[in-house]
């Protein structure tokens, strides 16, 4: 059979070795994903495409959209080399011979589902487009994260919509789930040296030779045996229940740093004695303000809205109240802070410490800082933010009510963006830390000390993710409350 746009062999028209990638999303995900493939597999071209202008005028700028350590060094290696970034979605399709479809899915806002399902129509507008402008076969892999069965539908539009190439033989499409695992702020650590790569396809010698395409591409760096390969809907289900799995540690953690600040119980020692039990393992038991980021709260109410359309409604119950614990965690730790603050915090300045949803990122998608800037300015506070990598228009767009007539201006008169940790807290009643950013986890006694000198008294600092040396802050002067670490009850039969 002819050889399918440059890739040198096919069966039954599915391409076997990869000479040309298209990445459709050139967002968190497929920027840093393809810019990864592009510089350990120099004989591929890859051309990541999104229809937004303004993102791909900045990955082909010095200042990227995404902020990851170590993508400015990849990116400037390859870019213009084998790498392209492009708002010509319709001939990268045409060009290519494997297609990652990595496009955002959000919480569905509106319709069935509202609040719970995946919005998927960004999925589906992109198989729509690749059906009609594709002119040779080509394998599509779902690199976003999608409910199970997600490639059933996208096989049915390829397939209602297939015409014929030039050669009058009928176009295939082979749908693959290659779900990424990446964690963001170390995105190209993860992907250079992935715990697994999972690649799902159907049970077909099609299916079967579309897989082993694909893992060809990431065997450039990748060891073989570190490629699982599994049915498509096994692969889809297992991105979820990752995520899943991981959001429900946290909140575990989460429920127990509540009892220790209860009593006298100090959540670092309790998750540390657990930790140290191999079958639990000590990653993900940090205690903290509660999880953000664009994947675990949208992963995990999509299989709440799964199991619920499964008519599993105990299943759903059990993995929403992981997503409920994690709005108590946010909601109790504001409380704290009202109640310390003498029951109001109303006209008085707080300095909120990160914005970002966690450090080495300035993705702010569902970060504890905008439930708590929100709360506070609904106490009328003054708000002071200080993030060392998120932009003033992103933490202003962030606290906006979309729809309040006039919020923006309220917005710009309570919150103010500070430049440094000092300016921030400058006159401020409360240092709140919302992110766990080195610079902040770093600060030596002399700089808390210049900060303490600028604070109102008392000065209280509340540490949302555990990460100050409290002991050396109380003798700076501070009154501080770290999450899950109570004051010391001395029982009265003790004492
Ligand atoms: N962010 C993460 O850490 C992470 C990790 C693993 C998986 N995921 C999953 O990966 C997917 C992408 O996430 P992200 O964080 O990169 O999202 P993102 O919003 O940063 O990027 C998605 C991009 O797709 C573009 N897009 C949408 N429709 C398009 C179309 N029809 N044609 C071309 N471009 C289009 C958007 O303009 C946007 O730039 C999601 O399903 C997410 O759940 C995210």
Known sequence: MAAVNGSSSNIQGVPTHVKSICCIGAGYVGGPTCSVIAL?????????????????????????????????????????RNLFFSTDVDAAIKEADLIFVSVNTPTKTSGVGKGFAADLHYVEASTRRIASVATSSKIIVEKSTVPCRTAASMRTILESNSTFAADGTQISFQILSNPEFLAEGTAIRDLFAPDRVLIGSLDTQQGKAAANALSEVYENWVDRSKVYQTGLWSSELSKLAANALLAQRISSINSLAAICEATGANVDEVAHACGLDGRIGNKFLKASVGFGGSCFQKDILNLVYLSESLGLKEVSDYWHQVIKMNEYSKERFARKV????????????IAVL?????????????????TLCKYFRQERAFIAIYDPKVTTNQIMLDLTEPGVVDDAEAVRKQVRIATSMQDACDDAEAVIICTEWDEFKNA?????EAIYKAMKKPSFLFDGRGIVDTKMLREV??????VGKGPVIVDPVWA
């Open 40 to 80: 350990k597999c120099p004989h591929i071209k890859v051309t990541i495409v999104d229809i937004n202008p303004v993102r791909i005028a900045a990955w082909n700028s010095d200042v990227l959209p995404v902020y990851e350590p170590g993508l400015d060094e990849v990116v400037r290696e390859c870019r213009g």
């Open 477 to 482: 002067g501070f009154k501080v409350h770290a």
């Open 354 to 370: 990160g914005f970002a949803f966690k450090k080495d990122t300035g993705d702010t998608r569902e970060a504890a800082a905008i």
């Open 338 to 349: 009202v109640s310390t603050l003498f029951n109001t915090i109303t006209f008085k300045k």
């Open 444 to 448: 030596s006694k002399q700089e808390w």
